[in-house]
């Protein structure tokens, strides 16, 4: 079947319509100050979580609330609801000592993507 | 595509030729390109966003709603459209000046900003608002200070992130209305500060 482009179908654009939010109770791995590393993952397909993050470590900033994954939606693995965070990257830990010592990155990130980093360890 | 590579009129007539083979094959009717149009010229753009901004700047009450939830806040306002489900605010200050990209393609919060400037989907902007936001900063023509923190916000997943600039100086007495004037676009993605009076 193919589907045609009527004006109610443009109408629905001014809907937010599309959220990813999932109203479901699912506990979260970390909160809001907690020290992570983003796992060095390397999938084939779509993924949100780019090349420049991958084994760095950072410190959770806020709790987003459970969101769908947007890489299982993408290889038809389906929604796999879980946190997204907030996380803080400090600009010298991603780009390395010549980078200025107060400026951060914050990037979203889900559960899936993080293990737990003790940065005093 | 740029706008270097190709003319105007040779853009004008590809989606010319686009949109009656999308009309004759009856894959889209006319009334959905009229009201398409009418979205993106009329209803969604930067000009949602300044006035967020300017009741921002006038309504400490709102203000402090939009940064607790900006959703919440911007729906109140009756900005409401796909690429803008989920919104986060960030303030600049004379402390903190912030930044957004998306580093993996071109994630824009639609109800408030429209659809992105061409040189925001760019590979160099997207790469280097990353890696050197100051050097991309002080291209727009913004200096940050030394002593002050640059934050990037990669918009990577599913939140669409809007700056709240700095209110200038000397605006003291400016109603809304005339505070909109200054609200730029570029000054709500925070590579630019908002106009001075």
Not at chain 1, 31 to 59: E, V
Not at chain 1, 83 to 99: I, K, P
Not at chain 2, 48 to 62: H, I, T
Request: glycine fraction near 8%; hydrophobic fraction near 40%; charged fraction near 25%.
């Amino acid at each position: 079947m193919t589907r045609v482009i009527t004006r109610k179908v443009v109408q629905g654009l001014y809907k937010r319509t599309g959220t990813a939010r999932v109203d479901a109770d699912i506990a979260a791995s970390f909160k809001a100050g907690d020290g992570i590393r983003a796992r060095n993952i390397n999938p084939t397909g779509h993924t949100r979580l780019p090349r420049y993050i991958r084994g760095k470590q950072g410190q959770i900033a806020k709790d987003h609330g459970v969101f769908q994954f947007a890489d299982s939606l993408a290889h038809g693995g389906g929604k796999q609801p879980q946190h997204l965070y907030s996380v803080r990257f400090t600009a010298q830990e991603l780009w390395g000592a010549g980078a200025p010592a107060r400026d951060s990155l914050y990037i979203d990130l889900w559960d899936d993507y993080l293990e737990p980093h003790d940065a005093d360890a | 595509m740029t706008a270097d590579a190709h003319g105007d009129a040779d853009v004008a007539l590809r989606v010319r030729a686009l949109e009656s083979l999308l009309l004759e094959k009856g894959l889209v009717e006319s009334p959905a390109i009229d009201e398409i149009i009418d979205l993106f010229e009329n209803r969604l753009g930067p000009q949602n966003g300044a006035r967020v901004v300017a009741r921002a700047w006038s309504d400490p009450e709102f203000k402090a709603r939009l940064l607790a939830n900006a959703t919440d806040a911007i729906v109140e306002m009756g900005y409401e459209a796909v690429q803008g489900e989920d919104m986060v605010v960030v303030e600049n200050t004379p402390r903190v000046h912030n930044l957004v990209v998306c580093t993996l393609c071109s994630c824009f919060p639609w109800a408030t900003l429209g659809l992105p400037p061409v040189w925001y989907k760019s590979a160099p902007y997207r790469s280097r608002a990353a890696s050197d936001p100051r050097g991309v900063l002080l291209e727009f023509g913004t200096a940050v200070a030394d002593e002050a923190e640059v934050r990037v916000w990669d918009s990577n997943a599913e939140l669409r992130y809007m700056v709240l600039p700095e209110r200038p100086a000397g605006t003291d007495a400016m109603g809304e209305d005339e505070l909109l004037a200054l609200v730029t676009r570029d000054s709500m993605i925070g590579v630019t500060r908002a106009l001075a009076p």
